[in-house]
């Protein structure tokens, strides 16, 4: 075989293994492209199915926040209405608390003076009882009472026998008095013409 013939089969086995180790990079370069396609598309899907479930996720806890915020300005609306009757309540009480304190301070003070009144008077009671205690002490006040008791005493006795002798006497009047009603009778009696039966009769 000539050096040229030799040559040509050089250049031309070259050229195929360069059009071999073409083609098989280029087949290679394809799997490797589908391959990086099919995981791209793999974390797509990925990704769009945890964007759609976080998206859901939020969204459920936004609308639970929401519910939570209403019901917690509801709460609080009610929170407040009640707070602002109790204040009310409170204040109308405190109203009553302090008109019947005023009162009861008005009672009192009337009180106090009636008591100060009272206390006066007790004073002055006590100072007149020490003033007769005093002259108890002394007896002179008891030597004058004995001294009226004994005057009452005498005066009760002269008056009882002043009361037993107008008896005395009123007894004999009244015996004066039958005698002559009884000597009225018989005279007319007599006048009359008729004897005198009369048990009490006595003659002139």
Known sequence: MKTREIILILIAAAFGGVAIVTWSGEEAANE?????????????????????????????????????FEESNKQAAALLAQTKEDADKVVKQAVEVLAKTK??????????AELEKAKAAADARVNELTAELARL?????????????????ADLEAASTALRE?????A?????????????????????????????????
């Open 32 to 68: 490797r492209a589908a391959k990086i396609s099919k995981e791209a598309n793999e974390a797509r899907l990925k990704s769009a199915k945890e964007i759609k479930e976080l998206t859901e996720k939020s969204l459920k806890e936004a609308a639970t926040a929401k519910k939570a």
């Open 103 to 112: 009162e009861d301070a008005a009672k009192a003070a009337v009180k106090a």
């Open 137 to 153: 002490r002394d007896g002179s006040e008891l030597k004058e009472a004995i001294a009226k008791q004994k005057k009452a005493e």
């Open 166 to 170: 107008a008896n005395a006497a009123a």
């Open 172 to 204: 004999k009047a009244a015996a004066r008095l039958t005698e002559v009603e009884e000597e009225n009778r018989r005279l007319r009696e007599q006048a009359k013409g008729t004897d005198n039966v009369s048990p009490n009769y006595r003659a002139l």
